[in-house]
Nanobody, 114 residues
Framework: QVQLVESGGGLVQAGGSLRLSCAVS????????MGWYRQGPGKQRDLVAT???????NYADSVKGRFTIARDNAKSTVYLQMNSLKPEDTAVYYC????????WGKGTLVTVSS
């Protein structure tokens, strides 16, 4: 059974920083891609950033230069460092991993006040 546990969300002022973490229990299976998606109020769920097992990253244009995704394969954990946060970054952030199929976390709320 695969479980994803997200942490690190919260309330922050514009210009501030937060770090999200997602710890994955994958029963020994190799985790291929890991990533973060977000869903703002009244919006669809969109990609934020992804990272392959080998460390190749991909970012949404809206977060390039502000967010950094990283992973620790030994700990089966993916991180999202979010700097220079803006009110439009307010959303529920979901962890996503690809093993033999996609798995999703339950989400963690990030609120950025102006």
């Amino acid at each position: 059974q695969v479980q994803l546990v997200e942490s690190g969300g919260g309330l922050v002022q514009a210009g501030g920083s937060l770090r999200l973490s997602c710890a994955v229990s994958a029963s020994g299976f190799r985790i291929n891609a890991m990533g973060w998606y977000r869903q703002g109020p009244g919006k669809q769920r969109d990609l934020v950033a992804t990272i392959t097992y080998g460390g190749i990253t991909n970012y949404a244009d809206s977060v390039k230069g502000r967010f950094t995704i990283a992973r620790d394969n030994a700990k089966s954990t993916v991180y999202l460092q979010m700097n220079s946060l803006k009110p439009e970054d307010t959303a529920v952030y979901y962890c996503n991993v690809v093993i033999w199929k996609e798995f999703w976390g339950k989400g963690t709320l990030v609120t950025v006040s102006s």
